[in-house]
């Protein structure tokens, strides 16, 4: 039997996903916490009784209106943090996807800002987790699915 006080409050799970055409990857200004303000890929919490899968086709369509084909499993990642209160710990799954169609982007009120960047030219300052999961999927990245802070 599981104990309910074993879990810890402050571990968030969230799908991610690379949104790729060509060497570009889709970045969102994120509206909500964890990472407010900052340019990130397109990701959520995962809800109860949703699959991860599920959850990374909704935040794509909730943060960009569009219907996404997920791809590979890019890798897990870990997020420390510490500035929340409480601090938080994210696992981060993160896949490979792609627009389903001609699916055109909409402007919603999940994300302040969309910008399709073309990775082998540099990165905006995003979070140090999404620059481990840009390199991942770079041609030539490290390590596939680093599980490091």
Known sequence: MIRRDS???????LASVAV???????LIREQEEPYNGQWVLPQGYVKAGETVE????????????VEVELGDLVGVYDDFLDETTP??????????????????????????????????KGLPDVPPVVRRMLADIAPRGGRRGRAKR
Not at 7 to 13: N, S, T
Not at 54 to 65: C, D, M, Q, S
Not at 87 to 115: F, K, M, N, Q
């Open 87 to 120: 601090p938080t710990h994210c696992v981060i799954v993160g896949y490979r996807g792609s627009i389903r169609g001609t699916g055109r982007l909409l402007s919603t009120s999940e994300a302040i800002d969309s910008a399709w960047v073309d990775i082998s």
């Open 20 to 26: 790729l055409r060509g060497s570009a990857v889709l």
């Open 54 to 65: 599920g959850a990374a086709r909704r935040e794509v369509r909730e943060e960009l209106g």
């Open 7 to 13: 879990f810890d409050p402050g571990v968030r799970v």
